[in-house]
């Protein structure tokens, strides 16, 4: 993988240019792309061109020219958006989406568009995993994730309604940030469901993907400069836990052990029911928004949506105003538990998907352990490190305070480190 | 004015057809609209052909086939859509808005797009004020204002960030609701701050605009069923007041006196100290999110936007994520407070607008009296009614709790129907 942080400070130290850097990106993607299919739509050129013709005005930039993957759902001026939808095929917007602009604004070079499912939702696409091309990257974020683990780019950016960003990370095995709701601006991205899309990001490991989000949006996220500080971490083991694998529940506890022993305070935290309640109301406001995000298409392409969106879509029209105000209800009353179960916590630890990604390429996985969280509009971190026992990535899911992203970032980083001796790679030592 | 549920009792009845509903509005176009410039761009032959093609499936909707209005900033398939912006021109969405979609599976027919000024933010359009044409009708949803209180049209969308709903049907004489945010979706309505825009709709009277909210929504906010509950209602002076006309001051306290004579309670109550902080973050969020949100505009389209717009986005780039956040914790504070503040109340009474519209185009008034609700994300009317001594629209501005929409519709019906016998006009009656 291209480590954002490892080429930023070759680029700063003279021994890269950022076409150097376009041809690593272009290197890997002539190997591997035409198996993996992470992208969409690439241009290289444009990119290159990018980082020849600014070169100095890139250097003094927080990405330095940087490549960047763009999640297909997400609007670029200059390159095709097709949301992977028949309905929106050569599909050019007249604008770029606010984050598009602020990765340019942060120097960072657009590199592609990255395979995404249909309007970020279940239908399978092509993208393989490049861990083990015979398994689903899941999604649906599913090209942005493939693209990092495959070292075709160092940095891209997804979005998650349900586990669409943490879900194909922990599946690829990179780093996956669903940063607080609201953090990245969704203006410009393709909407499903107005209180839960949320703009999240993909690199190589935790440090990484906060340098990235440091980066885009100009906030004090970055955990590389020096040992994170000792967290406060709970394992939550809530009533999906029965859902995980054994080797994802040995996963996170063994996380949970290492973190331990390494000097974070760990606990062991029982959910209040109100979170199952809320766990419940988030297909409602999903559905019910996604009834109207997708009117237009329901209503004048219903045969060119897939079979699984448009039955969704046609469900939703039966429910309530009554039975959505009371899901907002739910996850209002809901966000004050969690505050108050979380007021000594710095992070939770819990599952990032059921277990390692599902054999085949017809569905994505299941983001079921990541529904809560995104209705909660939590900062989320998937943790990669782990594999079972074929060698298949597990992530562990690590879930900071609404608001406080920079801490669920280095208490994720923590993990990590704690990890990485074990793993005998070269994470804490970055 | 058309009155929109006059008209559909009309067409219930069979009064009235579709096709005939549209004449009038072309009859109405055709008399006023070189003078009062309402209009971004115009379909009626479309309009009259839909009337006409789905004349049994439209009756049976809750629009039957009403026209619509909507505000040019809102996205429309069939009709070009160009932000009140020369950076826009010609542009043509690939999609309708989500409310648009709404309208439509209501049974509404889009007669056209109604003039907004560039972005819905401050650079004056061309349109003018029915009631007298030398003064402005306010803005940004200046043609949607000016459409209905010209009887052009019996129902106009519109969109509010600062005071862009509440002020111009306050300067016009129609009435203007601002639901509870994000009641009706902005998804597809272009983006100038995503915590505050907020869709809206104008009509003749308060029962009208209910009417054509319920049906679009799909909710019970219809408030024309029988006389309105007596409301709790309370008279705020806050730290604007002294800014207010004397004028206005005296048709706001007028509103009052009468709902009391008429049986409601009337208090006065002060507003904690929080809510004039709060005030001031408006500002701060609005312009924060601002320069996000029009980030290409700005940055490939300078030399294409209006000076004040330009000097707004450029000064925007100093607020740091630092001050956006402590914006951002005044509001969720203020919130509480205002919760507080009107536990035992339906409805705030308050000035729609420093005064009447203002003489002369170059300006579209301040917003100053309407920031702070749409902060607080609260439902909002402007009841019409009341005038100055040369006849142009006071507005009176009824603010109720979030999330209770019906209720603060009803409270704003009651203080119409309670003005109304002093004015003579036959709303009490309807």
């Known amino acids: ?231 406060r971490l709970a394992l939550l083991r809530d009533h999906l836990w029965p859902q995980a694998s054994a080797a994802m529940q040995q996963a996170v506890e063994s996380a949970a052990r290492t973190a331990a022993n390494a000097g974070a305070r760990v606990e062991e935290l029982t959910p209040p029911p109100i979170l199952e309640e809320a766990w419940r109301a988030h297909a409602i406001i999903r559905d019910y928004e996604a009834c109207r995000a997708l009117a237009f298409e329901l209503d004048r392409h219903r045969d060119r949506l897939s079979p699984v969106l448009r039955d969704l879509l046609d469900a939703a029209a039966a429910i309530t105003p009554e039975a959505y105000d009371a899901a907002r209800r739910t996850t209002r009353v809901a966000r004050r538990a969690l505050a108050e179960l979380m007021d000594d916590c710095d992070a939770l630890l819990t599952p990032a998907a059921p277990g390692a990604a599902p054999h085949g390429l017809a569905s994505t996985g299941s983001p079921v352990f990541n529904h809560l969280w995104t209705l909660m509009g939590s900062p989320v971190v998937n943790v990669p490190g782990l594999t079972d026992a074929k060698g298949l990535p597990l992530g562990v899911q690590v879930i900071g305070r609404f608001g406080r992203d920079r801490a669920a970032l280095e208490a994720a980083r923590f993990v990590e480190g704690a990890l990485a001796p074990a793993l005998g790679n070269a994470v804490a030592a970055r």
């Open 1 to 231: 993988m291209l480590s954002a942080l490892g080429l930023a400070r070759r680029l700063a130290a003279g021994e890269l240019d950022a076409a150097a850097v376009i041809d690593l990106c272009a290197a890997a993607i002539a190997e591997r792309e035409a198996e993996i299919g992470a992208f969409a739509m690439l241009d290289i050129d444009a990119a290159r061109d990018g980082a020849t013709r600014a070169a100095a005005a890139l250097a003094a930039t927080p990405l330095a020219g940087l490549p960047v993957g763009i999640k297909d759902i997400i609007d670029t001026a200059d390159l095709p958006t097709e949301y992977g939808s028949a309905v929106y095929r050569g599909h050019r917007p007249r604008t770029d989406a606010a984050v598009v602009s602020m990765v340019r604004r942060a120097g960072g070079l657009i590199l592609g568009k990255t395979v995404t499912t249909e309007f970020a939702f279940r239908q399978a696409a092509h993208t393989r995993n490049p861990v083990n091309p015979a398994h689903t990257p899941g999604g649906s974020s599913s090209g942005s994730a493939a693209a990092v683990a495959a070292g075709m780019v160092p940095i891209a950016l997804g979005t998650q309604t349900g586990g669409s960003v943490i879900r194909p990370a922990a599946y690829c095995g990179v780093a996956g940030f669903k940063p607080s709701y609201k953090l990245i601006p969704t203006v410009g991205v393709k909407c499903f469901s107005w209180h839960l899309d949320t703009v999240g990001l993909f690199a190589a490991d935790v440090a990484d993907v906060a340098f990235a989000a440091a980066a885009i949006t100009g906030r004090d996220l970055r955990v590389d400069g020096s040992a994170p500080a000792t967290p």
